[in-house]
């Protein structure tokens, strides 16, 4: 009989014959690397190569021919190969312990998920574990040596029965006593008691494993141990395995020193804190030892004191390699799998050479194990189980770029690119907008780390760092400086240099030839497209950014926007959707000259003294305290109504209210407001707010018959403050709400306001279906004299396909307890039946005061009534005069064309007055009068004509005279594909004078805050955007070239 | 329904069972069925059949007209009805007072036992046509009882029994209170005892102790007949020489059942819910020998070990949800697997349980199948033939051939149509359960009150 499970796998192997070992094509790869670790007596490989053969290595070495057919995947000079790391010591398969002391029957592999993933482990390069059964008893069971990745289960188990797994420390001294009930349990037999269990002592420990080894020696039964021990245990030393047994304390692991000399017994002590004394006997006797550092993470901000009062030694590590122990290294208390190499760095603290940590990390334990064979180091005929370091596999900075288990990558940074690397709040978003944004977060995965490392990092505001490092993640700069992190997965690239992307401060490119000239609110973003072969020419020379404007010019202003050619995709491409405007100063009638700006200027101080002037009174302002009155909307609401039709004259106002009080309470307009909804785009929940479709209870009701009984009195007076009771009566729903809101419901929000015209007009906001606020527009129907009234929807978001939302407002009383629009709500094929509910009659936008002053005293008069008495109004939002608002407070940049010396200060001190900083752009006289524009303007774009002083040797550069002024000044292409050659035309104001790290700011942190958008590109800084530059020299040198070039965190290519 | 105290459930019961039973008296040897469509098998229909049931065996099956129907006998059906053969389960544990035990190893226990004739359930399976039941113990055990294939019509369970003390129950998957390797440790320990267990009484019966048969003869066990002699250990798997010198009587009842296993004699379900569980399940079924009497009951997440049952030729039993959920541990997305497709593709022949499903009907979880892509024949064929394949009836039970038992389900229609009704039921020719006459029925849709009725104290109402 076989129930040993040696030959269990060996019975499943044959099973799987036929459907899974079915014979694979014969698959050969190379994988290459500057520095290959083979702890083997190969050593350390330069430049060498592995090749593969279905799984197995073939060769390692510097001189291997690359076979026809083969796949070659280089991972450059900077990378590091090194074997499988073997985890000395793992509770993957842990589970409770057996009732028995010793448990040799209990398998740690029956415990052992092989369908799990151990991605975090694979992903720090761990290849394979020793998985224990359990711990806590002298002899806790069978451990196993297994792979943590591949697909056959059976494949996946590199030793079954690798150890007997137990401990004669603290931990095995607690063993309840054993016991069972009989069955049956009668008077006779009675239950029994339990039978006390060895060990409770360091000597219990050793009488109990000499009995059990004399037991195995004379195949006696040993019932103390249960009626199958020793046979299991026989059965299991037979086939080869190691004791492997936890021991801390000196006196422990000598007690077992002795015993494995006495027995001749294959030891493997593991623990071994105090071993560093016994390090020569441990050695004698050919005892290996799994070390776990005696200090954590678990450690960290506790006290970690031994049993002699001291901190646990640190050296033992280094005194047990250095006898020449058999050394393998088990994480560190409270380390993960994934910290493995953490615990290798912790136990070299007292003086464990590299080679021994990393012997100890690979073909240590695999030797102890008996797994030598088949893992462990890099040699011919191995399994091809490696790891790909993008550093120095010990130097806890360095990650990991691939890991490999018999030749297939089990890991790569692409894999574990999901969610988890977006941060928490792209998870969040996941779990809250659904399927949609998750798809969304899936297209636009981040790209992989990356470390520049460079000889000299220009950071763009002028410093150098040399030699200097960038990582480069998530799209952004994460960090900056001589040394970064290298984080697993991250590529590392080293180059001579590396520059921020450069900045074209006016180029065309985007719009493809398109001469529009749009107003100054018109969303440029909408008509860019990026990506194209031109559009990666000029990222390809290094200009990452383009303050794009349409071409020709316009008085009233041109937007410009600020893009990224060439980025991977649309959201990444916009670095700022406006970043600037552009005016022109001259006139063909000179005498007219900035008229049309002064114009524009005036209307822009007048929009934004108007919001001065609301935000003051809002500052001064308090609503006034409510009255609390329960009467029904009646007369507020009609006026409401009236509000919207404002040529109706008092005395039509009170006939048009009689009218509506016969017609059964009719709301005249049932629509305008603030309307509430949850639906769900999937099931068939449906909901409004909360527990709206109710009656709350009693009271309610009761109020509401008081508010009817007011009403037929018509006390229109006393109805003021009904909106206020409906409201508050709408906030108790809405808490109620967040309590009872089902999962998965998406909530929807929207303000409507019906026109005299019938039509209905408005905004929504739904999460599902766009992420941002949709204009709505629709149609309302209500038959005379009907309850009932129809209402239609419908929206075309940016970001999503067009919407309906159709439906009927079933009960349009003034009497109906709450207005209910039910309806279907349908974006492309998706639809759900939504029921929204009126929460308030307000819509802010329909009442705020229009431009026409006339209509100000009616408006106020009606106004008298409401509750916001004497509430300021808010200005009407000017779309065409907000960005110069913006530009007052220094968000958007103003760019004026102005050239004379005259007019630059005319047009300077024009602006002065808004308290705004233009950019002259052509301006050739400035740098004539460059002294008297220091501090007034935000910076000079001169053209390309004047790089070069003027007549004579003498004159300097008209950039550097700016420059030396105070003056930023940026380089612009004015074309399109031309921006490739800004930086020549640096070089080339560098030849006529300007000085290098001038120009380089010109082209790169200067430029960025001329345009308003050096709080996201132009300089190297944590946080910044990912756009960088590598080169092979000087950036300003004409000869230097561009290596790589990386826009928002990617690569171009 | 649901204010009923229990005393008055079980007396409901007991009164609505005998009713439907009424019937049986007077349905006498001959039954003929007459039915628009009679689907012998999925696939294999007649139009305007008749069925012909005679001693409770199909006699004759065929076009009306066609094969010759006795005079003398009943007929019941017509032409709207559709007649189906009676839905087999192939595994279940309900039924019973409760469906485990907590001692690990109990092969000496037996639902008999357990088997509450008048529970609900039963009542609840003829509702829904199924006419066969393999009733074993639940999974939370190591190894369980020996069950039986019951019919759910019979006021004892002898009554009701098809097949009795038929299959064993293992469980690889972890009992409450026991982790993977525990359970694994004492799954494969009960077959080490049992190794023990029989060496010690073979070496007592050449140390000429003895001490087995005068334990037995203690115990009052029979010792005649086939009883009283021994036999060399069967099985494919493992051997104990000498088990010959011990009469088969004298073997401890407590280990009897597990040596059939091993010898062959026994089939085994075996419960693996998730797939770690399935390589144990198969190796422990394979070192001790009964691999080839092994059906694997299993749950969603088994489906990622297909393959390793497929290759090992075990049938499995898809109880619990038809589509498994889980997340990618990487991406955290939602994946969503269809675990018939899962078994078919890995070319595993299944059936479909109502145990931990949504619903105790094998003809909705057919359907529910058929919804989510399953083809209809296979999907019937997984509550029908298979099951009974499976049980080792398939000659008896499982479609309307000549020959089997007279188990037919009369449908007021198309079987996929969702508003039909299973109008009667008749097990072994005897028409056991009428739609018109079904108590609790009437009672939920039309709020009639079973006879009776009143006269009970409504102890919940008050």
């Known amino acids: 009989m076989s129930l040993q499970h040696g030959t269990a796998s060996g019975v499943l192997a044959c099973l799987l014959v036929g459907s899974l070992a079915a014979a694979p094509a014969l698959d050969v790869q190379v994988v290459k690397a500057g520095t290959i670790h083979t702890v083997d007596a190969s050593g350390v490989i330069e430049n060498g190569a592995i090749l593969i053969e279905d799984g197995r290595i073939l060769r390692v070495g510097t001189d291997i021919e690359v076979p026809p057919g083969a796949t070659v995947i280089d991972y450059g000079a900077s990378a590091v190969i090194v074997p499988g790391l073997i985890a000395a010591d793992s509770s993957l398969a842990e589970g409770a312990p057996a009732e028995r002391t010793a448990a040799p029957d209990l398998l740690a592999l029956d415990g052992f998920d092989f369908y799990a993933t151990f991605t975090e482990s694979l992903g720090s390069g761990v290849t394979s574990a020793y998985i224990t059964p359990a711990r806590g008893r002298l002899i806790a069971g069978q451990g196993a040596v297994v792979k943590l990745g591949g697909d056959d289960p059976d494949a996946r188990v590199l030793k079954a029965g690798a150890t007997v797994h137990g401990a004669v420390d603290d931990s095995a001294r607690r063993t309840p006593g054993y016991w069972t009930p009989p069955i049956p349990a009668t008077v006779d037999v009675g239950l029994g008691i339990p039978e006390e269990q060895l060990p409770r002592s360091t000597m219990g420990a050793v009488l109990a494993l000499n009995e059990l080894l004399d037991g195995v020696a004379s195949g006696e039964r040993l019932d103390a141990y249960g009626p199958r021990a020793v046979r299991d245990l026989a059965a299991l030393l037979k086939g080869g395995a190691v004791w492997r047994l936890d021991a801390d304390m000196p006196q422990e692991i000598s007690a077992l020193a002795d015993l494995a000399e006495r027995r001749s017994m294959t030891l493997v002590i593991s623990g071994a804190t105090y071993a560093g004394d016994l390090a020569e006997r441990l050695a004698e006797l050919n005892i290996g030892v799994v070390y776990q550092p005696p200090m954590g993470p678990a450690s960290f901000g506790s006290d970690n004191i031994g049993p002699d009062g001291k901190l646990p030694p640190v050296d033992t590590a280094a005194r047990l390699a250095k006898a020449g122990v058999v050394l393998a290294i088990a994480p560190a208390p409270g380390a993960g799998l994934d910290d493995l190499r953490f615990s290798a760095a912790l136990a070299r603290r007292g003086g464990l050479s590299r080679e021994d940590a990393l012997e100890a990390l690979t073909l240590g334990p695999a030797t102890l194990y008996g797994v030598a064979d088949k893992v462990g180091s890099l040699r011919a005929g191995k399994h091809a189980d490696l790891v790909v370091f993008n550093g120095d596999p010990l130097d806890v900075s360095s990650g990991v770029l691939a890991t490999y288990i018999d030749g297939e990558v089990v890991w790569s940074p692409e894999m574990s690119l999901g969610t988890a690397e977006l941060g928490p709040g792209a998870t969040l978003a996941g779990g809250e ?50 040394q970064v992190s290298r984080p697993g997965g991250a590529r590392v690239i080293h180059a001579p240099a590396a520059m921020p992307g450069i900045i074209d401060c006016l180029g065309h490119l985007g719009l493809e030839g398109s001469r529009r000239m749009p107003s100054t609110d018109f969303d440029l973003t909408r008509i860019v497209e990026a990506g194209d072969d031109g559009d990666r020419a000029v990222a390809k020379a290094g200009v990452t950014t383009v303050v794009m404007t349409p071409r020709g010019e316009s008085s009233s202003g041109a937007p410009m926007m600020a893009y990224r050619p060439a980025s991977a995709d649309p959201d990444s491409s916009v670095v700022d959707g406006l970043a600037a405007l552009r005016l022109v100063w001259p006139d063909s009638d000179r005498s007219k000259s900035g008229a049309r700006v002064r ?210 407002i079933e009960d349009a009383t003034v009497s109906a307890e709450a207005v209910v629009f039910t309806g279907t709500l349908a974006q492309g094929e998706r639809s759900a039946e939504v029921s929204a509910r009126r929460d308030s009659r307000e819509y802010p936008m329909a009442q705020r005061p229009g431009p026409v002053v006339a209509d100000e005293d009616d408006e106020q008069d009606s106004k008298s009534k409401s509750k916001d008495k004497d509430k300021p109004k808010e200005p009407r939002l000017d779309s065409k005069l907000e960005p110069f608002r913006r530009a007052m407070r220094g968000e958007v940049a103003i760019l004026v064309k102005v050239d004379r010396a005259d007019e630059i200060l005319d047009c300077v001190a024009a602006f002065e007055g808004l308290g705004i900083q233009p950019v002259l752009l052509s301006a050739s006289q400035a740098p004539g009068i460059a002294g008297q524009l220091t501090g007034r303007v935000r910076g000079i774009l001169l053209d390309n004509s004047v790089l070069r002083p003027g007549d004579g040797l003498a004159s300097d550069s008209p950039l550097a005279r700016l420059q030396s002024a105070g003056i930023p000044v940026g380089f612009h292409s004015g074309a399109e594909e031309g921006a490739a050659y800004l930086p020549l035309m640096a070089a080339y104001a560098v030849r006529h004078g300007m000085s290098p790290t001038g120009a380089l700011r010109a082209l790169t942190a200067d430029a960025a805050a001329i345009m308003a958008i050096d709080d996201l590109v132009g300089t190297l800084a944590r946080g910044m955007s990912g756009d960088v530059v590598l080169l092979d020299g000087n950036p300003l040198d004409p000869a230097s070239s561009v290596l790589h070039v990386f826009v928002a965190g990617r690569e171009v290519h | 329904m649901s204010t009923l105290t229990f005393a008055s459930r079980t007396l409901l019961g007991s009164l609505v069972l005998p009713g439907l039973l009424a019937s049986a008296a007077f349905a006498g040897e001959k039954l003929v069925i007459e039915a628009g469509r009679v689907i012998v098998s999925p696939g294999n229909e007649i139009l305007g059949g008749v069925i012909v049931i005679e001693d409770g065996r199909i006699t004759a099956v065929g076009k009306r007209g066609e094969i010759e129907v006795p005079w003398d006998a009943p007929v019941v059906g017509g032409p709207d009805h559709v007649a189906i053969p009676g839905f087999v389960e192939a595994y279940s544990a309900r039924g019973m007072d409760r469906p485990n035990e907590n001692v690990d190893v109990a092969p000496f226990l037996n639902v008999r036992d357990s088997v509450d004739p008048i529970n609900v359930t039963f009542e609840d399976y003829l509702r829904w046509g199924v006419t066969t039941i393999n009733t074993q113990q639940g999974g939370d055990c190591v190894v369980g009882a020996q069950g039986r294939v019951l ?102 009842e407590k280990w009897e059942p597990l040596l059939g296993l091993v010898e062959g004699r026994t089939k085994a379900f075996v419960h693996a819910t998730a797939a770690r569980d399935v390589l144990l399940a198969l190796e422990v079924a394979k070192d001790n020998g009964f691999l080839q009497n092994t059906v694997m009951i299993v749950n969603g997440d088994a489906h990622k070990a297909a393959a390793h049952i497929a290759a090992a030729g075990v049938p499995v039993v898809i109880a619990g949800n038809l589509t498994y959920t889980e997340n990618d541990p990487v991406t955290g997305e939602e994946i969503e697997t269809d675990v018939i497709a899962a078994f078919e593709a890995a070319g595993a022949t299944y059936a479909l349980s109502s145990s931990d499903a949504s619903s105790n009907s094998l003809w909705f979880r057919a359907e529910r199948a058929i919804a989510q892509g399953t083809d209809p024949m296979k999907a019937f064929n997984a509550v029908m033939q298979t099951p009974a394949d499976m049980l080792g009836i398939g000659d008896q039970v499982g479609s309307l051939e000549r020959g089997k038992l007279g188990n037919v389900v009369l449908l007021t229609g198309d079987p996929l149509d969702p508003s039909t009704w299973v109008d009667e039921v008749v097990i072994e020719g005897e028409r056991v359960y009428r739609r018109s006459e079904d108590v609790r029925n009437k009672y939920v849709f039309e709020g009639e009150e079973p006879t009776g009725i009143d006269a009970m104290p409504r102890t919940g109402e008050q």
Do not use: C
Not at chain 1, 610 to 616: G, H, P, T, V
Not at chain 1, 627 to 651: H, I
């Open chain 1, 433 to 482: 907008r659904g399927a949609a944004n998750r798809a969304k977060s899936m297209a636009s995965r981040p790209a992989t780390p990356v470390v520049l490392s460079v000889d000299h990092l220009y950071l763009g505001d002028g410093d150098v760092l040399s030699p200097g490092e960038v990582l480069l993640r998530n799209g952004r700069v994460a960090e900056v400086g001589t």
């Open chain 1, 599 to 808: 114009d524009l200027l005036e209307k822009a101080a007048k929009y934004d003294a108007e919001f001065a002037e609301y935000e003051q009174a809002m500052a001064s302002w308090s609503p006034e305290p409510e009255v609390p009155n329960l009467t029904l909307p009646g007369a507020d609401e009609e006026e409401d109504a009236d509000e919207e039709e404002e040529d109706e004259d008092d005395d039509a106002d009170d006939d048009k209210k009689k009218k509506k009080k016969k017609s059964k309470d009719l709301d005249p307009d049932p629509v305008t407001g603030i309307w509430l909804a949850n639906f769900d785009f999937d099931g068939a929940e449906v909901g409004m707010d909360g527990a709206a479709q109710v009656p709350e209870d009693d009271d309610d009701e009761e109020a509401d018959d008081d508010e009817e009984d007011d009403d037929k009195e018509g006390d229109d007076k006393e109805g003021d403050d009904d909106d206020e009771e409906e409201d508050s009566d709408e906030d108790s729903d809405d808490e109620d709400s967040d309590e009872s809101e089902p999962l998965g419901t998406e909530s929807l929000r929207m303000q409507i306001r019906l026109n005299a015209d019938g039509s209905v007009e408005g905004f929504l906001r739904s999460a599902a279906l766009s992420g941002e606020l949709v204009a709505v527009s629709g149609s309302y129907e209500s038959e005379e004299g009907e309850k009932q009234a129809k209402l239609a929807l419908s929206g075309a978001p940016l970001d999503g396909e067009p919407f309906t939302f159709e439906g009927v």
């Open chain 2, 151 to 252: 019919k759910p019509v019979g006021i004892t369970v002898e009554e009701m029994t098809v097949r009795p003390d038929y299959g064993l129950v293992l469980s690889a998957s972890p009992k409450r209170g026991k982790s993977r390797a525990t359970q694994a440790q004492a799954l494969r320990g009960a077959f080490g005892d049992l190794e023990l267990y029989l060496q010690d009484v073979v070496t007592d019966a050449k140390d000429g102790g003895d001490l087995a048969r005068r334990e037995a003869l203690y115990q009052g066990r029979d010792m005649e007949g086939e009883k009283a002699k021994g036999r060399a250990m069967g099985g494919s798997a493992w051997k104990v020489d000498g088990l010959e010198l011990i009469p088969r009587g004298a073997i401890d």
